[in-house]
């Protein structure tokens, strides 16, 4: 078993939608949980950091973590095609200095 | 531009050959990590460096190695070099204190 599992879709979805990406994971000694974004043929940037449970939120993207279903989500508000791009999750046991175990990442398609 | 510099961009090289990528970390950040990507697999870990010296190793060959120099920058070689050594290969670096990682825009490696 992966130590983390995403759907790799592909997610296609109209401009205006809410996106909702997610990740399981098995380790639960995992505390922190980021999402990246990567456009093709680029390094991914990091979106979203968050510690333990509960929501984050940054303009139109919401993390949610629940370390009790070792469930995590990134939601998308008013989708737009420039957030066309693959979605990766990561996580990790200690804040910096640690490896990150990543998805295998959600290819997400807006279409205008 | 996130600060972290790889090079070459591309590259092209036969089978059994030797490589190596370079790769500058933002400054100040003094731990850098090497991950592989390729399609099926998704990012894979393998090998940090802490201000020159290892500190942790994943799924890293033991065709591959990597070095930290004093100076920060890290270079990581690739020898006999097989068909399923093509990928994407990212160098990210980090600093205690702050959040993630940032990375690289890769090195595209196809090994024909």
Not at chain 2, 33 to 50: E, N, T
Not at chain 2, 75 to 85: C, F, K, Q, V
Not at chain 2, 97 to 110: A, K
């Amino acid at each position: 078993q992966k130590e983390v599992e995403q759907d790799p879709g592909p997610l296609s979805v109209p401009e205006g939608a809410i996106v909702s990406l997610n990740c399981t994971y098995s380790n639960s000694a995992f505390q922190y949980f980021m999402w990246y974004r990567q456009y093709s043929r680029k390094g991914p940037e990091l979106l979203m950091y968050t510690y333990s449970s509960g929501n984050k939120e940054d303009g139109r993207f919401t993390a949610q973590v629940d370390k009790s279903s070792k469930y995590i989500s990134l939601f998308i508000r008013d989708s737009q095609p420039s957030d066309s791009a693959t979605y990766l999750c990561a996580m990790s046991v200690g804040n910096t200095g640690n490896q990150f175990y990543f998805g295998t990442g959600t290819s997400l398609t807006v279409i205008p | 531009d996130s600060g972290v510099t790889q090079t070459p961009k591309h590259l092209i090289t036969a089978t059994g050959q030797r490589v190596t990528l370079r790769c500058s970390p933002r400054s100040g950040d003094l731990s850098v990590y090497w991950y592989q990507q390729s399609l099926d697999q998704g990012l894979q870990f393998l090998i940090q460096y802490y201000n020159g010296e290892e500190r942790a190793k994943g799924n890293i060959l033991e065709r591959f190695s990597a070095q930290q120099f004093p100076d920060l920058h890290s270079e990581l070689n690739l020898s006999s070099l097989e068909l399923g050594d093509s990928a994407l290969y990212f160098c990210a670096s980090s600093v205690e204190g702050r959040e993630g990682y940032t990375f690289g825009s890769g090195t595209r490696l196809t090994v024909v």
